[in-house]
């Protein structure tokens, strides 16, 4: 690089350093600027902006009614509610979580331990955490739990108050715990769970969750509801399926700053809409479980049902063996009319039938599927399969197949394979009258 005389001169007297530094302090305000500009942009929740302005800081006790508990290994905070039976929740009451059939929770978590559980022993569990992604760097500073008592749905809420007080928090927890012969949460298998066993551990302390049967009610709402909700959060569920609604709710990834803010300037205020989106999700956990419960009861299986819902619990029926409970919900929804989903449910329970060698039940209703679409492949071809292996009836299983490939186009990969079940039911024609 060639310098002048002047780039020399500034060198030697150190303008081009103090230039330099300039430059570098403009390009950091510049920077600063655009990151202001980008969370001036990033929604945050009306309340927040509202605690903002208090200019007294609030204790704790003020804004969260509970009270501090002490054990040997030190102090912490904890908040409890008790949602009374004729309370709502959305479309449902509280009451009705008493309900909740044991069998049927076994049967979506596919653990048969839960079945031989009472209600009275299970602990709903969802934890609130400095982090989403987990790991041992990320602690749940909120513990919330839920169980149903005396006609009521309690919820407890564990709150570290600093981070020298989770010994003392975990050992509650582990107490609490080991009076409950089951878990019930919501992504909890893959997060919650995960993570408090690991600050047990962390913390030189039993894990009491090793070896409880768990419900995590993720799963099975993928299942049975999935096919009808654009995701599976469960928010999602709360609005499309229990037509409950949360306003001014705070969003999930500005809790752990909310932590941090009170861990900086110890205002409750900001702590306040967090341990209400805890409590909330602790009762749709307990609703929801009512409700994916009662879809895979036949008993529930009324006319105002969600067809497409009732599918989907019928093929988990079959997947755990509830071959007879999959049975009355599909005649239920066949029975429905000629839509789109009673058809599907008549070709399941034909396909059930058949599995079970009720033959006289599943060939009736093939020739039933049949009158109604005479271009019915799947009906036509199981009709030709059973004429041809079961009934020894070869010339109408022919005739069904050709009856099939009037409907079929003559490139499709269903044509070829038709074309295949013709000529080889020709051949046995054939030899059968040789």
């Known amino acids: 690089m060639i310098m002048n005389v002047r780039d020399r001169l500034n060198r030697l007297t150190g303008e081009a350093e103090k230039r330099e530094k300039t430059e570098i302090r403009e390009e950091i305000l510049t920077l600063r600027r655009r990151i202001d500009a980008i969370m001036a942009r990033k929604p945050r929740s009306s309340a927040y902006k509202c605690q903002n302005r208090y200019a007294v800081t609030r204790v704790l006790e003020d804004v969260i009614h509970g009270s501090e508990i002490c054990n040997d290994y030190g102090t912490f905070y904890v908040s409890r ?4 039976g004729s309370d709502s929740h959305g479309c449902r009451t509280i009451s009705e979580i008493g309900g909740l059939n044991m069998n049927h929770a076994a049967l979506l978590a596919a653990d048969e331990r839960i079945a031989r559980s009472d209600l ?5 569990i969802d934890t609130e955490t400095t982090g989403l992604s987990g790991g041992t760097g990320t602690t749940a500073f909120l513990i919330g739990l839920g169980w149903w008592e005396n006609g009521s749905f309690v919820t407890e809420q564990i709150f570290l108050r600093d981070f020298s007080e989770e010994t003392a928090a975990l050992v509650f927890l582990r107490e609490t715990a080991a009076k409950r ?7 909890g298998k893959a997060f919650d769970i995960g993570l408090l066993s690991t600050r047990f551990i962390l913390n030189r302390q039993r894990d009491p969750f090793i070896g409880l049967p768990h419900l995590d009610l993720l799963f099975p709402s993928r299942r049975l509801l999935g096919h009808r909700l654009e995701n599976s959060r469960l928010v999602t569920l709360e609005e499309q399926i229990l037509d409950f609604r949360r306003r001014g709710d705070i969003p999930g990834y500005e809790i752990p700053g909310r932590y941090f803010d009170w861990l900086g300037r110890k205002d409750a205020a900001v702590l306040e809409d967090v341990f209400l989106h ?3 999700d602790i009762i749709s956990m307990a609703v929801l479980a009512v409700h994916l419960a009662e879809l895979v009861d036949p008993a529930f ?12 619990a019928s093929r988990l029926l079959i997947e755990r063996g509830e071959l007879d409970s999959a049975m009355i919900i599909l005649k239920a929804t066949a029975d429905k009319g000629c839509g789109r989903f009673s058809f599907e449910a008549k070709k399941i329970l034909s396909l059930l039938y058949k599995r079970c ?3 006289k039940r599943a060939v009736a209703m093939w020739e039933e599927m049949i009158d109604k679409n005479p271009g019915d492949f799947f009906a036509l071809t199981e009709m030709a399969k059973w004429c041809e292996h079961r009934a020894d009836e070869l010339e109408r299983a022919t005739s069904l197949v050709k009856q099939a490939l009037q409907y079929a186009e003559e490139s499709s990969e269903l044509c070829k394979i038709l074309v295949h079940r013709h000529n080889r039911l020709l051949r046995k ?3 059968a009258r040789q």
């Not at 009275?120 to 709903?124: D, K, W």
């Not at 012969?181 to 992504?187: G, Q, R």
């Open 357 to 359: 060698g009720q033959w």
């Open 301 to 312: 299986c009324r006319d105002e049902s969600n067809d497409a819902d009732l599918i989907a």
């Open 181 to 187: 012969e089951f878990l019930i949460t919501f992504n």
């Open 81 to 84: 509610s008790v949602a009374e």
């Open 429 to 431: 024609l054939r030899r």
């Open 278 to 280: 805890n409590r909330l």
């Open 120 to 124: 009275e022993r299970g602990l709903f």
